[in-house]
């Protein structure tokens, strides 16, 4: 698929021109929904029903997300599911541990549409609320068949999971379903110059925090992804 570099609006989350809105009402980038629409069919072969949590977000509700678990009333959990008390946290570690889980608004590869974070309706009862937490997609989770049939078969159709394992900056999020056709050319086009500027126009919470370890920051969790094969 020829892309054409990716505009800062959209990759930052400011634009949305290039969205449709699925059935359930999710926004996704209008160049995937047939890749979309093929990964359903195949899983609907082998009785799994895969359902979108959530799909596209943009700035403003990334930074509403940001801003919650900054200040605390939204909790912030580390990689053995143990809720941190955030507010005895400051500097680089209240930062590194909100970004185990959350993106700096502006960085979220949920800006770009192409990002799905999924489950299999089929594996559990109609009013079931995913939690979208590792347990449930491993071993005897209700979502397990999904995790290892998305390892064979996900490649097929253009997808792969960019944190799929642990590699000291974003937890594995077994969920979390990138369109790579789409999604690396936006990876290689969010600079850190790019992201730089967005933050500079719009500020966030713990802005000058961000900005200061912002390098280090761009490379530990923006860019340090399980790569497409």
């Known amino acids: 698929m020829n892309m054409t570099t990716p505009a800062a609006e959209m990759l930052t989350g400011w634009s949305q021109d290039h969205l449709i809105t699925l059935a359930g009402g999710h926004l996704i980038h209008c160049k995937m929904q047939m890749a979309w629409q093929q990964l359903q069919q195949a ?100 979502f ?17 999971r960019p944190y799929q394992f642990y590699r000291g900056g974003v937890a594995a999020e077994p969920w979390h379903l990138s369109y790579a056709p789409i999604a690396n050319s936006c990876m290689r086009a969010l600079s850190l110059d790019t992201l730089h500027q967005c933050l500079l126009q719009h500020p966030i919470a713990e802005q000058q925090t961000v900005l200061a370890n912002l390098k280090q920051l761009y490379q530990c969790y923006v860019i340090n992804i399980c790569e497409d094969t």
């Open 144 to 160: 397990a068949k999904l995790s290892q049939w998305l390892n064979s078969e996900a490649s097929k159709y253009g997808f792969f």
């Open 43 to 142: 899983a609907a072969a082998d009785d799994i029903e895969l359902k979108i949590v959530s799909a596209f977000r943009s700035f403003q509700r990334q930074a509403a997300i940001w801003q919650a678990k900054c200040e605390g009333s939204r909790p912030v959990y580390n990689l053995a599911q143990q809720q941190v008390p955030i507010s005895s946290l400051s500097g680089l570690a209240k930062l590194e541990a909100i970004m185990l889980y959350s993106a700096i608004p502006g960085a979220s590869r949920h800006h770009w549409g192409t990002e799905l974070d999924i489950y299999d309706a089929a594996a559990v009862p109609k009013n079931y609320q995913p939690q979208l937490i590792p347990n449930e997609y491993q071993d005897a989770g209700p």
